[in-house]
């Protein structure tokens, strides 16, 4: 699996701000659901579009927002 630069993951991560999505320099996060998602060369936006439309975001999502 090819290695992503790590100036992407910040590209990446203003991006997809609005969906929780993060970066700490070396892996994306999703702070929603705690969880970091792998990305590689081919398919980075892929796999975090994979994740933000996956049932468990999606419900931490919605119960983010009826808690605010
Ligand atoms: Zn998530």
Known sequence: MPKVPSARFSVLAKE???DSIET?????????CDSGILLDEEHQRDHIKQHIFNYKHQKNKTTQANKS
């Open 16 to 18: 997809f701000k609005q």
């Open 24 to 32: 700490h320099g070396t892996l994306i996060r999703c702070t929603l």
